[in-house]
């Protein structure tokens, strides 16, 4: 731990994952969606939001309450580490032929992946031919999608 049991930040640009006392170890330590902006909310001067923030805009839980979306918004949302791992291993013997079989799983942990954002990122100029989970997205505030889903040329990757 750092001095005096300071948390460690670690993951992606040293911003994703926390080593905090009391917490699993590398939990997830990130800004959590709640839905997308509508233009009511960017003109409403109580909604939370980051500068810059437009209609279609990730909207993001302000933690702390203090009326802005900061660093100090980041909270931990969930950890890698599973509730269990289990396992079955079994070996057949038939007539001189031999059949191993092997599985194993876990249950709980949860997964932070980068590919993901590698594949299928907005906001890098490719607003066309994207994957089908951008077919709900936030168009307007007539189509706003299924109010999850922020518009295709946002971006999400920092405040």
Same mark, same amino acid.
């Given at each position: #731990?750092?001095?005096? +049991?300071?948390?460690?930040?670690?993951?992606?640009?040293?911003?994703?994952?926390?080593?905090?006392?009391?917490?699993?170890?590398?939990? *997830?330590?990130?800004?959590?969606?709640?839905?997308?902006?509508?233009?009511?909310?960017?003109?409403? &001067?109580?909604?939370?939001? /980051?500068?810059? &923030?437009?209609?279609?805009?990730?909207?993001?839980?302000? $933690?702390?309450?203090?009326?802005?979306?900061?660093?100090?918004?980041?909270?931990?949302?969930?950890?890698?580490?599973?509730?269990?791992?289990?396992?079955?291993?079994?070996? *057949?013997? $038939?007539?001189?032929?031999?059949?191993?079989? *092997?599985?194993?799983?876990?249950?709980?942990?949860?997964?932070? &992946?980068?590919?993901?954002?590698?594949?299928?990122?907005?906001?890098?100029?490719?607003?066309? +031919?994207? #994957?089908? +989970?951008?077919?709900?997205?936030?168009?307007?505030?007539?189509?706003?999608?299924?109010?999850?889903?922020?518009?295709?040329?946002?971006? /999400?990757?920092?405040?």
């Amino acid at each position: #731990m750092g001095s005096d +049991n300071a948390p460690i930040y670690t993951g992606f640009s040293s911003s994703t994952n926390i080593i905090k006392v009391g917490e699993e170890l590398n939990s *997830f330590y990130l800004y959590e969606a709640i839905g997308v902006l509508s233009t009511a909310d960017i003109n409403n &001067a109580t909604v939370a939001k /980051t500068n810059g &923030a437009i209609a279609g805009d990730v909207k993001y839980r302000d $933690f702390n309450g203090d009326g802005k979306i900061d660093e100090n918004d980041r909270h931990i949302i969930g950890s890698p580490t599973p509730d269990y791992y289990w396992g079955f291993t079994n070996t *057949f013997s $038939f007539k001189g032929f031999d059949l191993s079989v *092997f599985f194993q799983g876990q249950k709980g942990g949860y997964s932070y &992946a980068l590919l993901g954002r590698a594949i299928d990122r907005t906001g890098m100029g490719t607003t066309t +031919n994207v #994957m089908g +989970n951008w077919a709900n997205r936030w168009r307007s505030d007539a189509d706003p999608g299924d109010g999850k889903t922020p518009r295709l040329d946002g971006t /999400t990757g920092s405040l």
